[in-house]
C-alpha cells in the first residue's frame, strides 16, 4: 500500500525558513515525478513546485521562485521542500504527490495528474 507522510510544517514569521519532508513507501518512487502543492484555507490546491524521478529537471510556480528549492533523495525514498524568505502569503497546508506520467507528458502543474497524495502538513507564516 503506498503511503506518503509529510512532516516539518509550523509556525514561522515571516522571512524565516522551513524544511519540509515527505516519507514514501509501499513501491518504488524513484522512477516517479513528484511535486508539492499547497492549499490555503477556502482556496483550491495550487501548485508549488515539481522535480524529476532522477532529480535534474525541476519547475517551481512563480510565486515561490528563488524562494523554494524542491529535492529528493531516492536512495531514501524521501522527498523536501526548503521553504526560505517566507511570507504570509505562503500559509497554506502543503501536499506532496507523486504521478505515475513520465516528466514531460501531461500536466505537471495540474493536481489531477498526481496519483499518489499524503495527507499534507500546516504551515503559518507570521507578519
Known amino acids: 500500500q503506498v503511503q506518503l507522510v509529510e512532516s516539518g510544517g509550523g509556525l514561522v514569521q515571516a522571512g524565516g525558513s522551513l524544511r519540509l519532508s515527505c516519507a514514501a513507501s509501499?513501491?518504488?518512487?524513484?522512477?516517479?515525478?513528484m511535486g508539492w502543492f499547497r492549499q490555503a484555507p477556502g482556496k483550491q490546491r495550487d501548485f508549488v513546485a515539481v522535480?524529476?524521478?532522477?532529480?535534474?529537471?525541476?519547475e517551481y510556480a512563480e510565486s515561490v521562485k528563488g524562494r523554494f528549492t524542491i529535492s529528493r533523495d531516492n536512495a531514501k525514498n524521501m522527498g523536501y521542500l526548503q521553504m526560505d524568505s517566507l511570507k504570509p502569503e505562503d500559509t497554506a497546508v502543503y501536499y506532496c504527490?507523486?504521478?505515475?506520467?513520465?516528466?514531460?507528458?501531461?500536466?505537471?502543474?495540474?493536481?489531477?495528474?498526481?496519483?499518489?497524495w499524503g495527507q499534507g502538513t500546516q504551515v503559518t507564516v507570521s507578519s
Open positions: 522535480i524529476s524521478g532522477s532529480g535534474a529537471l525541476t
Open positions: 509501499g513501491r518504488t518512487f524513484s522512477s516517479l515525478t
Open positions: 504527490a507523486y504521478r505515475l506520467r513520465t516528466y514531460y507528458s501531461g500536466s505537471r502543474s495540474s493536481s489531477s495528474d498526481y496519483a499518489y
